[in-house]
């Protein structure tokens, strides 16, 4: 969400290429449904902005294309401060994905690159 946020283009491309590429295989005859999950969102107002822009290339590609597929867009809920906004970011997304380990990493301040360390201590001051 924050690179697609400073560069929107990005957010544009990766969204084009789902699209295009559930349109050519229902074309095919496959039962298709693409799930375009928005990374890193913290706040509904970083989910509304990525939504839009993948709402808008999706309308762009479906005018050129003549041809429409149903999609869903939501989120993974993987940042400490997007669990605590998950009820607003519900009303807009149409999926939640949990995060196994950015979520709890990020609560924890664990490292990923050290996954056998011991986390069940609490460090108090």
Do not use: W
Request: with cysteine; glycine share 8%.
């Amino acid at each position: 969400c924050r690179l697609g946020y400073s560069h929107p283009e990005i957010t544009a491309m990766q969204a084009r290429a789902i699209i295009e590429a559930a349109l050519e295989v229902a074309a095919e005859g496959v039962d298709v449904l693409p799930e375009i999950m928005v990374p890193l969102v913290g706040h509904l107002d970083e989910f509304e902005n990525q939504r839009a822009i993948v709402d808008a290339t999706a309308r762009e590609v479906f005018d050129e294309k003549d041809r429409e597929v149903d999609y869903l867009v939501g989120t993974m809920i993987e940042l400490p401060r997007a669990c605590l906004t998950a009820g607003d970011i519900a009303a807009r997304a149409e999926f939640f994905s949990g995060g196994r380990h950015r979520g709890p990493s990020g609560v924890l301040l664990v490292r990923h690159q050290r996954p056998h360390a011991d986390h069940s201590r609490t460090v108090t001051r």
